[in-house]
């Protein structure tokens, strides 16, 4: 798995140079590839981005792979490295996506296919993008199964939201998640208490800390990401000292698939009950992304109606969970 605090990372391989890049559907055997994303301290990005490395690796593809320290400036920079040093495609996971739109389009300009993973940008060839709504409605979903069969009008079920607001897309997913409560949750039998930042899991840790000393009968956590849950689990094993003292109305259910997450629903005697992810494992979503690039780079047309491609949600719960760890 990749190193979290790496900062660049590049593979070499023989490629086309010139203006090979510039002719729509030109079948190679290598491409190069400029890759920036917006943290590789985030658990479930470092699973995924050091997969795709060993996918790209396989295939002989020359690739860069640079964090941005969710950093705008930074990471305009770097797509300006890429379009200097001649790359074929550009990924962006935007760090602000419209801090990237003039950038991208040079690129552009410059023949080089770009894809943007998360936002639905309008520079770009094509977006691979969650519905952050949609994800979020299903996160809410989900927790509402589990506090319907916990909770009642009685004795409601005291919740905290686990987000990121300075974020579009997690902002979306956040609302989503309400929502998503709002419209599953049996009449009255839950009540939020608290919305909190905690995109990583340090800042979730202490943030649900805080709420849990402000409100020591909150026992239901949703969030946006994997820091969100991995925070949240440990600040709960804490407070009741430790696995297998978790009382069974107490859950912390939010997205994003990475090892740490899924050891603890496999476990079963942690707070974390259930998680809502994309593709599967690691692997399949690193799949799933190659195929993107294999597709953008064939020359496939996404103009119009097609630019955005929607990646699919599910949940995954304890039967499940063993079948999703063989691909991690």
Not at 93 to 121: F, N, R, Y
Not at 252 to 263: A, S, Y
Request: charge should be negative; include cysteine; glycine fraction near 10%.
């Amino acid at each position: 798995m990749i190193a979290a605090m790496v900062v660049g990372c590049t593979t070499k391989a023989p490629t086309s140079g010139g203006d090979d890049k510039k002719d729509d559907g030109e079948k190679k055997d290598s491409y190069k590839v400029g890759i920036t994303i917006q943290s590789l301290k985030n658990d479930y990005w470092a699973g995924v981005m050091g997969k795709l490395e060993e996918l790209l690796k396989e295939k002989g593809w020359d690739y860069t792979l640079q964090d941005c320290s969710d950093n705008a400036g930074t990471q305009v920079s770097q797509v300006e490295n890429f379009i200097t040093s001649g790359c074929d495609m550009i990924m962006v996971h935007p760090s602000d996506a419209d801090a990237l739109e003039t950038v991208c389009q040079q690129a552009m300009d410059e023949g080089i296919k770009v894809m943007c993973w998360d936002d639905p940008m309008e520079n770009t060839t094509a977006n691979w993008i969650l519905d952050n709504t949609a994800l979020g409605n299903e996160i809410g979903k989900t927790a509402s199964a589990f506090i319907n069969e916990h909770y009642t009008a009685d004795k409601p079920a005291e919740v905290c939201v686990i987000g990121k607001p300075s974020t579009k897309v997690l902002l979306e997913r956040a609302n989503g998640i309400k929502e998503g409560l709002e419209e599953n949750c049996d009449k009255g039998n839950y009540k939020i208490v608290a919305e909190v930042d905690g995109l990583e899991a340090n800042e979730a840790q202490t943030n649900v800390e805080s709420v849990l000393q402000a409100n020591p009968d909150c026992t239901v956590f949703v969030g946006v990401g994997a820091g969100a849950m991995i925070g949240s689990n440990e600040a709960l094993l804490q407070k009741f000292g430790g696995a297998g003292k978790i009382p069974e109305n107490v859950g912390v259910i939010t997205t994003d698939v990475t090892m740490q997450q899924l050891e603890s629903l496999q476990a079963g005697d942690e707070a974390v009950r259930a998680i809502v992810g994309f593709e599967g494992s690691s692997t399949d979503t690193a799949k799933a992304c190659l195929e993107m690039y294999e597709r953008i780079l064939s020359g496939e047309d996404f103009s119009g109606d097609k630019h955005n491609v929607v990646r699919p949600v599910k949940a995954i719960d304890k039967d499940s969970v063993e079948e999703i760890i063989k691909g991690m």
